[in-house]
């Protein structure tokens, strides 16, 4: 299993970025998929989670109506759509997955919201 999380970066409050994680290893249309979040300091929390089919989705209360999860099964990827962005939002961003009673992490990628 193969994780590789992309597209973070540094932006202002008010921005948008997108995140994906790209999957190798693994029938991926096969597995739910998540993101979270770890900020310095703090437990890494869930951000999103979407099934396998993409047809249901669950979110944190702190980013509902911000963020949006979504996957391309066609290409083994899981993206996360983030918008309105703030501060508190700035953290280590992870995709997982969790199969056969173990949880796979990718190596998270930095976003930073700040002016």
């Known amino acids: 299993v193969q994780l590789v999380e992309s597209g973070g970066g540094l932006v202002q409050p008010g921005g948008s970025l997108r995140l994906s994680c790209a999957a190798s290893?693994?029938?991926?249309?096969?597995?739910?998929m998540s993101w979270y979040r770890q900020a310095p300091g703090k437990e890494r929390d869930l951000v999103a989670g979407?099934?396998?089919?993409?047809?249901?989705?669950n979110y944190a209360d702190s980013v509902k109506g911000r963020f949006t999860i979504s996957r391309d099964n066609a290409k083994n990827t899981v993206y996360l759509q983030m918008n309105s962005l703030k501060s508190e939002d700035t953290a280590v961003y992870y995709c997982?997955?969790?199969?056969?009673?173990?949880?796979?992490w990718g190596q998270g990628t930095q976003v930073t919201v700040s002016s």
């Open positions: 979407i099934s396998s089919a993409g047809g249901t989705s």
């Open positions: 290893g693994f029938t991926f249309s096969s597995y739910a």
């Open positions: 997982k997955l969790g199969r056969g009673g173990r949880n796979y």
